[in-house]
Nanobody, 127 residues
Framework: QVQLVESGGGSVQAGGSLRLSCAASGNTKRLYSTGWFRQAPDKEREGVACINSHGITSYADSVKGRFTISQDNAGNTLYLQMNSLKPEDTAMYYC?????????????????????WGQGTQVTVSS
């Protein structure tokens, strides 16, 4: 089993930055892919960014050039650096993990590819 706990959310004005963290505990040595997803009210959960154990990353087009996903060397903490935030980035942000090696946007940014989820952290961007 794997437990994921997000932190770092908050309220920020447009153009500002936030750094989200996701601490993983439990059987983390076999985690091969992790990702960040977000869900705004009345919208479906969407993939934001993902990274696999080979260090290969994928990003949603809406965040390319503004968000950066990374993880610590031990692979126990996942980060999402969010710059140039926009009001449309407002959502609950979730981290996710899976014991599979995922490649490419069509798999890595799909929620059904993951089986471990955190509880989420709220990000609110005001104009």
């Amino acid at each position: 089993q794997v437990q994921l706990v997000e932190s770092g959310g908050g309220s920020v004005q447009a153009g500002g930055s936030l750094r989200l963290s996701c601490a993983a505990s439990g059987n983390t040595k076999r985690l091969y892919s992790t990702g960040w997803f977000r869900q705004a009210p009345d919208k479906e959960r969407e993939g934001v960014a993902c990274i696999n154990s080979h260090g290969i990353t994928s990003y949603a087009d809406s965040v390319k050039g503004r968000f950066t996903i990374s993880q610590d060397n031990a692979g126990n903490t996942l980060y999402l650096q969010m710059n140039s935030l926009k009001p449309e980035d407002t959502a609950m942000y979730y981290c996710a993990a899976v014991f599979s090696l995922l490649f490419g946007n069509t798999v890595c940014l799909v929620a059904d590819s993951y089986n471990y989820w955190g509880q989420g952290t709220q990000v609110t961007v005001s104009s």
